[in-house]
């Protein structure tokens, strides 16, 4: 039963966006270190953006991009 929950609420933060920071930090993590520490090339590490940070492009992305005649 407690399986079953947990899948569900998963389901609903993934459908609401609640965890799009969880996701966003996992896939950094997997992404920086396949681009940048399996080359040879110097690394840049900045780190992966704040929750915040995060979020506010998220929004501007979002919302930026609406053109409406009205």
Sequence with gaps: MHS??????????????????????KNYAHYHHQETHQ???PSHCAGPLSKAAFFK???DEKWNGIKRCC
């Design 4 to 25: 079953t929950l947990n899948k569900i609420w998963q389901i609903i933060r993934r459908l609401s966006g609640d965890d799009a920071y969880e996701r966003y930090l």
């Design 39 to 41: 080359s040879d090339a």
């Design 57 to 59: 492009q998220w929004q």
